[in-house]
């Protein structure tokens, strides 16, 4: 069984940098045919996907967060990183890390999402 533990700061400053890990248990991150993405949702608000990364550090954003979103792995202790830069209030939202098997059109397994405010 798969599961995905989201973790980082639940309070940020404006114009400061978030960092959040997911770390996977069950599978590894190096495994082919899988992309491994942040989601988040901002309060009333639907899912909104940010980003993944796939085996051989492939990455791919949404054009809407792409400059400011930064997704990286740390193989060794099979987790993956995302760094949103100069965050305002509006990236108050629960970020999910999630997996996604390759020509799938969902997500087949999820964290449980950590709630992350943006505020001074």
């Known amino acids: 069984q798969v599961q995905l533990q989201e973790s980082g700061p639940g309070l940020v400053k404006p114009s400061q940098t978030l960092s959040l890990t997911c770390t996977v248990s069950g599978g590894s991150i190096t495994t082919n045919s899988y992309y491994w993405s942040w989601i988040r949702q901002p309060p009333g608000k639907g899912l909104e996907w940010m980003g993944a990364i796939a085996n051989g550090d492939r990455t791919y954003y949404s054009p809407s967060q792409r400059g400011r979103t930064s997704i990286s792995r740390d193989t060794s202790k099979n987790q993956f990183t995302l760094q949103l830069s100069s965050v305002t209030p509006e990236d108050t939202a629960v970020y999910y890390c999630?997996?996604?098997?390759?020509?799938?059109?969902?997500?087949?397994?999820w964290g449980h999402g950590t709630r992350v405010a943006v505020s001074s």
């Open positions: 999630a997996r996604q098997r390759a020509l799938a059109h969902y997500f087949d397994y």
